[in-house]
T-cell receptor
Framework: GAVVSQHPSWVICKSGTSVKIECRSL??????MFWYRQFPKQSLMLMAT?????????EQGVEKDKFLINHASLTLSTLTVTSAHPEDSSFYIC??????????FGSGTRLTVV | RKEVEQDPGPFNVPEGATVAFNCTYS??????FFWYRQDCRKEPKLLMS???SGNEDGRFTAQLNRASQYISLLIRDSKLSDSATYLC???????????FGDGTTLTVKP
């Protein structure tokens, strides 16, 4: 139980285009999802907290207009990287908190902007 | 000072060795603690939660010392398949924001 499905697994896009990443909780309702970014050889850094039916909360230094988060239902949260640039190339991963206070992660999306 | 700090590693050990990782956290209000395992280019997977009383799962033992604000992970009888990066995760409150350590890389060699 407590599976989070994330896709796409990887995406290559041209600079200036937008990319949408989806995370779905398959067998539970996730009122809150967390979006992280991980650069090579670094740890996961929280970008934003996505709350169902309300605005996301962004961490300091994360541009909310660049990283659009939508959490319109209890099972789906999306992250859209707008006007992507090569420096946005990273591993993006979502997670949701489960009832046992552990976190279930999506499989991650490797974004490469060329 | 980082909110969560881990042994920098890397740890290179032979099969069968016992290895221990430490992690310290700076916020005394932290409430939940976890060890995650991350294989290269894959998502982190929960290895075990860490409780004040300590907990054991097979070859893995996790301990929490609230007074000294550190948690530890002990791996006994290391296997080649234990090679991975181990992440210490600390949650500050029940709202769920977590802070990850930078990870400690373990390589178990034949």
């Amino acid at each position: 139980g407590a599976v989070v499905s994330q896709h796409p697994s990887w995406v290559i896009c041209k600079s200036g285009t937008s990319v949408k990443i989806e995370c779905r909780s398959l067998d539970f309702q996730a009122t809150t999802m967390f979006w992280y970014r991980q650069f090579p050889k670094q740890s996961l850094m929280l970008m934003a907290t996505s709350n169902e039916g309300s605005k996301a909360t962004y961490e300091q230094g994360v541009e909310k207009d660049k990283f659009l988060i939508n959490h319109a239902s209890l099972t789906l949260s999306t992250l859209t990287v707008t006007s992507a640039h090569p420096e946005d190339s990273s591993f993006y991963i979502c997670s949701a908190r489960t009832v046992n206070y552990g976190y279930t992660f999506g499989s991650g999306t490797r974004l490469t902007v060329v | 000072r980082k909110e969560v700090e881990q042994d920098p590693g890397p740890f290179n050990v032979p099969e069968g060795a016992t290895v221990a990782f430490n992690c310290t956290y700076s916020n005394s209000a932290s409430q939940s603690f976890f060890w995650y395992r991350q294989d290269c280019r894959k998502e982190p997977k929960l290895l075990m939660s860490v409780y004040s009383s300590g907990n054991e799962d097979g070859r893995f033992t996790a301990q929490l010392n609230r007074a000294s604000q550190y948690i530890s992970l002990l791996i006994r009888d290391s296997k080649l398949s234990d090679s991975a990066t181990y992440l210490c995760v600390v949650t500050r409150n029940n709202a769920g924001k977590s802070t990850f350590g930078d990870g400690t890389t373990l390589t178990v060699k034949p």
